[in-house]
T-cell receptor, first 112, second 115 residues
Framework: AQSVSQHNHHVILSEAASLELGCNYSYGGTVNLFWYVQYPGQHLQLLLK??????LVKGIKGFEAEFIKSKFSFNLRKPSVQWSDTAEYFC??????????FGTGTRLKVLA | DVKVTQSSRYLVKRTGEKVFLECVQDMDHENMFWYRQDPGLGLRLIYF???????EKGDIPEGYSVSREKKERFSLILESASTNQTSMYLC??????????????FGNGTRLTVT
């Protein structure tokens, strides 16, 4: 069965620190990959997505993610986090079906 | 901008009650989904629908049913609510096609407490 692993459950950073959140999936075929973010009290919203082409994908608010097919990974990065990035981040994958598989999420807290 | 509206933000129900959670989207999306979100477990798919009157079970359909009589509306029904169904319920919609790869658009969620 397909699965998505987010190994960092809680991350605490100071403002201006660099961020990398890990995401690994288990599926050998063609995949569509997503990162969603949920700010406190708000709905889940799309941060960025990868369907095909350039494996380095840029999203909103300075986030980017790199698809490394050989490692089945789609890690999220940001060079310098802000207090307003405090949120929960979810990686998701779908593979040619209507079924989206989500990771368990990473709670990021950024200290001002 | 896509809007997915869930009828209630908070609900408190008693064990054994039949509970209806309603979701409406305004972008003519073919696909609609119900997830539950629990701390440490992420999002788990309950049911999804890819067309009117069409539905498929997700990973955790037990104790739930769904109804999609109109394209814009997708209802989740808890036939007999139990305390282990206390959770945050998220509705989402997405365009059809692309083999299911279109981004999901989420509602604000309904926090259901079953006592």
């Amino acid at each position: 069965a397909q699965s998505v692993s987010q190994h960092n459950h809680h991350v605490i950073l100071s403002e201006a620190a660099s961020l990398e959140l890990g995401c690994n999936y288990s599926y050998g075929g063609t995949v569509n990959l997503f990162w969603y973010v949920q700010y406190p009290g708000q709905h889940l919203q799309l941060l960025l997505k990868y369907f095909s082409g350039d494996p380095l994908v840029k999203g909103i608010k300075g986030f980017e993610a790199e698809f490394i097919k050989s490692k089945f990974s789609f890690n999220l990065r940001k060079p310098s986090v802000q207090w307003s990035d405090t949120a929960e981040y979810f990686c998701a994958v779908t593979s040619g079906t209507y079924k989206y598989i989500f990771g368990t999420g990473t709670r990021l807290k950024v200290l001002a | 901008d896509v809007k997915v509206t869930q009828s209630s933000r908070y609900l408190v129900k008693r064990t054994g009650e039949k509970v209806f959670l309603e979701c409406v989207q305004d972008m003519d999306h073919e696909n609609m989904f119900w997830y539950r979100q629990d701390p440490g477990l992420g999002l788990r798919l309950i049911y999804f629908s890819y067309d009117v009157k069409m539905k498929e079970k997700g990973d955790i359909p037990e104790g739930y049913s769904v109804s999609r009589e109109k394209k814009e509306r997708f209802s989740l029904i808890l036939e007999s609510a139990s305390t282990n169904q206390t959770s945050m319920y998220l509705c989402a919609s997405a365009l059809g096609g692309r083999g299911g790869g279109s981004p999901l658009h989420f509602g604000n969620g309904t926090r259901l407490t079953v006592t």
